[in-house]
């Protein structure tokens, strides 16, 4: 069965440090997302991307947030200058459509801001 | 109280029980969906019904949909120690040429089946 892979599984980074978070979205699919969940909340929305361009984004998504689609298969989240607050799990996610379709998820990075 | 909420926010039952989990919205939709959590884990897509349908069945699973009350309860039958996970509602907003699929989630519904 075809998988959203997401690497790595977990990152500690120093407050400051710049972080990428990569994913392998479905193949054939032509949507993309990332979604962050901080412990014990609720998964929220960061931003949406296609056709190499974001769609939509959220508040959370501010200047130190980025996305990028750098060779067509890959599908990466950068954060510039990660903040202790920055601390959640990130799943990114991928639909073939845009409406009324299953989202697939990742198994998500957890990201530790130390 | 926020786009996809849900109750209760813990559940625990026996294993053989029937496990009723609700999810309120606010907003227009095109779909809602139900998705499961293992705990640190990916969410798992479980059932999908759109905004003209009331009732959904995928095996243990039934989905029923009230848009008037914007409304949503996922009963999951016969439960079993294995069905114990977290379940989140989410919804796709209507917004015409603006919809970009994105999802809103509730903040979820902890189940345990005691086995």
């Known amino acids: 069965e075809p998988e959203v892979t997401q690497t790595p599984s977990h990152q500690v980074t120093q407050m400051g440090q710049e972080v990428i978070l990569r994913c392998v979205p479905i193949s054939n699919h032509l949507y993309f997302y990332w979604y962050r969940q901080i412990l014990g909340q609720k998964v929220e929305f960061l931003v949406s991307?296609?056709?190499?361009?974001?769609?939509?984004k959220s508040e959370i998504f501010d200047d130190q947030f980025s996305v990028e689609r750098p060779d067509g298969s890959n599908f990466t989240l950068k954060i510039r200058s990660t903040k202790l607050e920055d601390s959640a799990m990130y799943f990114c996610a991928s639909t073939r459509w845009r409406e009324y379709t299953e989202a697939f998820f990742g198994q998500g990075t957890r990201l530790t801001v130390v | 109280s926020q786009q996809g909420e849900e109750d209760p926010q813990a559940l625990s039952i026996q294993e053989g029980e029937n496990a009723t989990m609700n999810c309120s919205y606010k907003?227009?939709?095109?779909?809602l969906q139900w998705y499961r959590q293992n705990s640190g884990r990916g969410l798992v897509h479980l059932i999908l019904?759109?905004?003209?349908?009331r009732e959904k069945h995928s095996g243990r699973l039934r989905v029923t949909l009230d848009t008037s009350k914007k409304s949503s309860s996922l009963l999951i039958t016969a439960s079993r120690a294995a069905d114990t996970a977290s379940y989140f509602c989410a919804t796709d907003e209507r917004g015409g040429s603006g919809n970009t699929g994105k999802l809103i989630f509730g903040q979820g519904t902890t189940l345990q089946v005691k086995p």
């Open positions: 907003t227009s939709i095109n779909n």
């Open positions: 991307f296609y056709n190499n361009e974001i769609s939509e």
């Open positions: 019904i759109r905004s003209n349908e």
